[in-house]
């Protein structure tokens, strides 16, 4: 598996022991050796180790032998070496088939043959790093890659166009490092800087036969001063109809837009394809900030668009290039979403278009949906992937009024395909569970609350009452009076009226004598010279009175 990934060194390891006939000195050589071989692209590299330094003179040859071959055959450029390396990549082989190596020591007399394992050179082979070419724009850096091998390289002659490619790049005055994958022969790094030194190093991988090669030199470059027209951004097709309608977003106004295609396949061919892309039909000096075209226009495939802008005077640089599937576009139409609120949650369901005939959006091919949703009152946007059309999104807060939108992908990393986004959907949600008992204690809270203010008014209207209305009650001797009389005699008549005797003084001086004398015996009254009656009735004096009045009548006469 190590070889199959790229190591980066590539061993085939024959362990030798031998005895070599006494030479001069009378001394047997005994070795063992550790064969290594080092394949990358087409240089083939023997290297071993020499079992005893105190023997300089003794020298090595290589045979090699084809598969299905009995005839062993000198290695080129392995014969007679004094050293311990050599370089055979002067031999025409088939680097699919099997071949065996072995190696023998040499001195004055010669050791036997031992040979090594067995190996297919395509097998072994490492990647070795491409060669780069790099083209500055003012944001944005153009990359020409060369296959890893010579021009006319035998090892890779078959995988000129399979060849995927991977680069790090950073700005030269930072340490920050960016890695970009699965690129072709031919890229763009898109929203760069302008007038900034960058540099790179790319490496070369064979995706099909699991072989990942080596980074290759650093390359450096510094981007352009920034052009007056900024290029066209944010380029997206989708369907409409029986056409397709190609958007883009640009800033500036009084201007003119061109609109250019080309077909994919020509990115996996090494050579240069600038001169190959062709305008698109009635998207030429066009002045709005999109262009439509039939279906009809292209047959089924894959390709890729760009968009320019002119003044005039001035041309921006291309915009970045868009990926075009007629087939995902076809079936990869924007979706119709329909959302209901439950329980503190939204039931999401993502349904076919019209223009799909009421078939389901992911009958032909397996999609996820990128759904964004967001509170009215906020601009906070949160996004989840699903691959079902129809699910919940819970936990979120009731009563509140949500906007969703939905737009489809591919799965498949290689087509890097989106639908355009749906319409936005307003929804409010309901109240979920703590929201009822919220309401409930809160209901509860008011009613207590209402009963301790009307029972706290009572106190306070009690107390002014009390204060400002005190209530009338009878003076003391008043009280002390009705209280010696019996309670029904004030409350129930008699059944015959009582006449007390009332007597009209008309001498004050005789009064005056009668109350000098009776000054001593008893207190002083004084009478009404007018007859009391109260609801008919008389009042009654007592019997001293009574007496008294007698006296002073008989004293009169």
Partial sequence: ???????????????????????????????????????????????????????????????????????????????????????????????????????????????????????????KAQIGPPEVHLEAEDKAIMINISPPGTKNSVMWALDGSSFRYSLVIWKNSSSGEEEIENIYSIHKIYKLSPETTYCLKVKAALPMAWKVGIYGPVYCIKTTVENELPPPENVEVSVQNQSYVLKWDYAYANVTFQVQWLHAFLKRNPVNHSYKWKQM??????????CVFPQNVFPKGIYFLRVQASDGNNTSFWSEEVKFDTEIQAFLLTPVLKVRSTSDSLHIYIGAPKESGSKPVNQDYPLTYEIIFWENTSNAERKIFKKETDFIVPNLKPLTV?????????????????????????VKTKPGNASNIWLIAGSCTAVFAILAVIYVVKVLLRCINYVFFPSLKPSSNIDEYFSEQPL??????????????????????????????????????????QNCQDSGNYSNEDESESKTSEELQQDFV
């Fill in 1 to 123: 598996m190590v070889a199959l990934l790229g190591a980066t060194t590539l061993v085939l390891v024959a362990v030798a022991s031998w005895v070599l006939p006494a030479a001069a000195g009378g001394k047997n050589l005994i070795s063992s050796q550790k064969v290594e071989v080092d394949i990358i692209d087409d240089n083939f590299i023997l290297k071993w180790n020499r079992s005893d330094e105190s023997l300089r003179s003794v020298t090595f040859s290589f045979d090699y032998q084809k598969s299905g071959t009995d005839n062993w055959i000198k290695l080129p450029g392995c014969q007679n070496i004094t050293s311990t390396k050599c370089n055979f990549s002067s031999l025409k082989l088939n680097v699919y088939e099997e071949i065996k190596l072995r190696i023998r020591a040499e001195k004055e007399n010669t050791s036997s043959w031992y040979e090594v394992d067995p190996f297919t050179p395509y097998n």
């Fill in 281 to 290: 039909p009635d998207c030429e000096n066009v002045k709005t900030t999109q």
């Fill in 402 to 426: 949500y906007c969703v939108k939905a737009r489809a992908h591919t799965m498949d990393e290689k087509w890097n395909k989106s639908s355009a986004f749906s319409d936005v959907v307003f």
């Fill in 488 to 529: 029904k005699n004030l409350l129930l008549s008699t059944s015959e009226e009582q006449i007390e005797k009332c007597f009209i003084i008309e001498n004050i001086s005789t009064i005056a004598t009668v109350e000098e004398i009776n000054q001593t015996d008893e207190d002083h009254k004084k009478y009404s010279s």
